[in-house]
T-cell receptor, first 113, second 112 residues
Framework: GAGVSQSPSNKVTEKGKDVELRCDPI?????LYWYRQRLGQGLEFLIY????????KSGLPSDRFSAERTGESVSTLTIQRTQQEDSAVYLC???????????FGSGTRLTVV | AQSVTQLGSHVSVSEGALVLLRCNYS??????LFWYVQYPNQGLQLLLK??????LVKGINGFEAEFKKSETSFHLTKPSAHMSDAAEYFC??????????FGKGTHLIIQP
């Protein structure tokens, strides 16, 4: 596609429910990144995919978070048993070359009530 | 591990005045450096990037930044501010498997 697409754009969920966030990167971009942006704060790096491989998952905040990617396309970020502190904007970015800047999606605003 | 520091969470300038947003990075090896802009309820848009070569980098919307290794800085400037420049600006460093490390952001306010 022309840009990085994320869905849903907004998600309100009850505490304890599971949520799945989707990222559709730019076609041909091999690198894909997930970040979390809490209100009034900078971006927190969560995980990086090169193809469908995630070399380091240590950035994920807890074991309730998981991510996967199918080939060099769609990625999903799953949060199990959501907590209020998970409320944030989750941003996805893709890149054709890891070090040369990313294209970001518009994000998913997650609100846990 | 890298860190990125942006001085001033809020910067206010008058329309037509010089914009200067400060960014310092901490790294044993000069990293790749980036500036992103975020408008309300939108994702981040790349303004400019430094990888190698010329240390003065020109970006979109009249912005430019200069990489100064001796000062470990990558400050963002624009000669004349426009009302449409009001947004959140993020400096970032790094790349690859460790991802980019972002500063906490600077909110740019343009006074009419």
């Amino acid at each position: 596609g022309a840009g990085v697409s994320q869905s849903p754009s907004n998600k309100v969920t009850e505490k304890g429910k599971d949520v799945e966030l989707r990222c559709d990167p730019i076609s041909g971009h091999t690198a894909l990144y997930w970040y979390r942006q809490r209100l009034g704060q900078g971006l927190e790096f969560l995980i990086y995919f090169q193809g469908n491989s995630a070399p380091d998952k240590s950035g994920l905040p807890s074991d309730r978070f998981s991510a996967e990617r199918t080939g060099e396309s769609v990625s999903t970020l799953t949060i199990q048993r959501t907590q209020q502190e998970d409320s944030a904007v989750y941003l996805c970015a893709s890149s054709s070359w890891a070090n040369y800047g990313y294209t970001f999606g518009s994000g998913t605003r997650l609100t846990v009530v | 591990a890298q860190s990125v520091t942006q001085l001033g969470s809020h910067v206010s300038v008058s329309e037509g005045a010089l914009v200067l947003l400060r960014c310092n990075y901490s790294s044993s090896v000069p990293p790749y450096l980036f500036w992103y802009v975020q408008y309300p309820n939108q994702g981040l848009q790349l303004l400019l990037k430094y990888t190698t070569g010329a240390t003065l980098v020109k970006g979109i919307n009249g912005f430019e930044a200069e990489f100064k290794k001796s000062e470990t800085s990558f400050h963002l400037t624009k000669p004349s501010a426009h009302m449409s420049d009001a947004a959140e600006y993020f400096c970032a460093a790094g790349g690859g498997a460790d991802g980019l490390t972002f500063g906490k952001g600077t909110h740019l306010i343009i006074q009419p």
